[in-house]
């Protein structure tokens, strides 16, 4: 069975290194050479805006999916055309557009907070004098990892924003004071059975996420069945295959939806170690039209991102507990070029590890 990813990044290569033992072969398209894919899979090297290159990729392939939510639409389309693709273009559409996003969650019953539309100078004036101060500005297209993305004050700092953020449309939304950030994932296959893993908690630094704890502490069971039950129905309702992220900001009385990825997602990279089967192979398994595996039991984990700048490898192994998952990436600040995952019992053991792993990979 040969698989076609759109993308070579690290994500791409995990689902291969997911995949291969279940007899699936994989397939890339991306226009770099040296992507992390190329060393588990065949690697198209083409823009994905060149139809040619697109059909070279998608020419004898059985399925297709997609490990980052910018894949230009056209492409995708193409794609799509000749072969069943997965997760469904609505929700590669719906991921890539912030404001559509945000109307998905609210049809879904997921609580939101307050956003409104503004393409064009006055209309972002008038969002700022209709939400309040303070507000955060984002392109509703194209951005990740905090980019495309301004916080808003005062007034006087709404023509500063147009300007900077490229006068493109936006979606303005009030500043939330969250108590800590937390993601759902999510996998669902081809009959509509979906297995959810346990919350995990998140830590941004500068908008790139630095760690991840699962299962994420303190969550009350019916908040986390609430979360889930709104996950499934935006997921039925978009006849959704494979895994989705949903982030949420938990403010102590609510649990708002942030953003989705139709993909694999950083938050659950955790999963490879600690979970019984992780968010890779369940999303093979699902655009394959294999069941599902469980997501649970997990292990606590802790998880590491490695961002522009690589630790030596045997300091990070010689960490009980500490698995290491380099990505194949040129070092450049910024950068994630791998990560760290740490699993063993919850509590300080696993704390003092984390922190070891930390001080080891500062992020550059
Ligand atoms: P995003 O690209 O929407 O995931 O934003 C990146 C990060 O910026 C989030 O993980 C939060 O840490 C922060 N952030 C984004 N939107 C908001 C908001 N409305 N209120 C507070 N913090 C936010």
Same mark, same amino acid.
């Given at each position: 069975v040969l698989i076609g990813v759109l993308? @070579? @990044?690290q994500l791409g290569r995990m689902l291969a290194l997911a995949g291969l033992p279940l007899g699936l072969r994989f397939r890339f398209? &991306?226009?770099v050479a040296d992507s992390p894919a190329r060393d588990v899979g065949e690697l198209v090297v083409g823009e994905f805006t060149d139809p040619a290159a697109v059909a070279r990729f998608a020419a004898g392939l059985d399925a297709a999916t997609f490990e980052f939510e910018n894949v230009p639409l056209e492409a995708a389309r193409a794609v799509a055309a000749r072969v069943p693709m997965y997760p469904p273009l609505a929700a590669l559409e719906a991921g890539q557009d912030r404001l559509h996003e945000k109307e998905l969650f609210r049809r879904s019953g997921l =609580? /939101?907070? &307050?956003?409104?539309? =503004?393409?064009?100078? =006055?209309?972002?004036? @008038?969002?700022?004098? $209709?939400l309040g101060l303070p507000l955060v500005a984002k392109t509703r297209r194209m951005g990740y990892d905090g980019k495309g993305q301004m916080v808003l004050r005062t007034p006087a700092d709404a023509a500063a924003c147009w300007q900077r953020l490229g006068g493109v449309p936006l979606l303005v939304e *009030?500043? /939330?004071e969250f108590r800590r950030e937390l993601s759902v994932i999510?996998? *669902? &296959? $081809?009959?509509? $059975?979906?297995?959810?893993?346990p919350l995990t908690q998140? /830590?941004?630094e500068q908008g790139i996420l630095r760690t991840s704890r699962a299962p994420a502490p303190d969550v009350p069971g019916a908040v986390e069945a609430a979360a889930a039950g709104h996950v499934r129905t935006l997921m039925d309702a978009l006849g959704y295959v494979g895994v989705l992220a949903v982030e949420l900001f938990d403010t102590g009385s609510a649990l708002l939806a942030n953003e989705m990825a139709p993909r694999v997602h950083n938050t659950g990279h955790w999963t490879i170690d600690a979970a019984a089967t992780s968010q890779f192979e369940n999303h093979c398994r699902a655009i394959? @039209?294999?069941?599902?595996?469980p997501a649970g039991p997990v292990r606590p984990a802790v998880m590491v991102n490695l961002i522009g700048h690589l630790p030596d490898p045997a300091t990070v192994l010689a960490i009980p507990g500490a698995r290491l998952h380099l990505y194949g990436k040129a070092v450049r600040p910024g950068r994630k070029v791998g990560h760290v995952t740490i699993t063993g019992r919850e509590g300080p053991e696993l704390e003092e590890a984390a922190g070891r792993v930390m001080a080891l990979s500062p992020r550059c």
């Amino acid at each position: 069975v040969l698989i076609g990813v759109l993308g @070579g @990044g690290q994500l791409g290569r995990m689902l291969a290194l997911a995949g291969l033992p279940l007899g699936l072969r994989f397939r890339f398209l &991306d226009p770099v050479a040296d992507s992390p894919a190329r060393d588990v899979g065949e690697l198209v090297v083409g823009e994905f805006t060149d139809p040619a290159a697109v059909a070279r990729f998608a020419a004898g392939l059985d399925a297709a999916t997609f490990e980052f939510e910018n894949v230009p639409l056209e492409a995708a389309r193409a794609v799509a055309a000749r072969v069943p693709m997965y997760p469904p273009l609505a929700a590669l559409e719906a991921g890539q557009d912030r404001l559509h996003e945000k109307e998905l969650f609210r049809r879904s019953g997921l =609580a /939101v907070h &307050d956003y409104a539309p =503004a393409s064009s100078e =006055a209309e972002l004036a @008038g969002a700022v004098s $209709r939400l309040g101060l303070p507000l955060v500005a984002k392109t509703r297209r194209m951005g990740y990892d905090g980019k495309g993305q301004m916080v808003l004050r005062t007034p006087a700092d709404a023509a500063a924003c147009w300007q900077r953020l490229g006068g493109v449309p936006l979606l303005v939304e *009030r500043l /939330v004071e969250f108590r800590r950030e937390l993601s759902v994932i999510a996998c *669902r &296959d $081809r009959a509509g $059975r979906i297995e959810f893993y346990p919350l995990t908690q998140n /830590v941004h630094e500068q908008g790139i996420l630095r760690t991840s704890r699962a299962p994420a502490p303190d969550v009350p069971g019916a908040v986390e069945a609430a979360a889930a039950g709104h996950v499934r129905t935006l997921m039925d309702a978009l006849g959704y295959v494979g895994v989705l992220a949903v982030e949420l900001f938990d403010t102590g009385s609510a649990l708002l939806a942030n953003e989705m990825a139709p993909r694999v997602h950083n938050t659950g990279h955790w999963t490879i170690d600690a979970a019984a089967t992780s968010q890779f192979e369940n999303h093979c398994r699902a655009i394959a @039209g294999l069941p599902l595996g469980p997501a649970g039991p997990v292990r606590p984990a802790v998880m590491v991102n490695l961002i522009g700048h690589l630790p030596d490898p045997a300091t990070v192994l010689a960490i009980p507990g500490a698995r290491l998952h380099l990505y194949g990436k040129a070092v450049r600040p910024g950068r994630k070029v791998g990560h760290v995952t740490i699993t063993g019992r919850e509590g300080p053991e696993l704390e003092e590890a984390a922190g070891r792993v930390m001080a080891l990979s500062p992020r550059c």
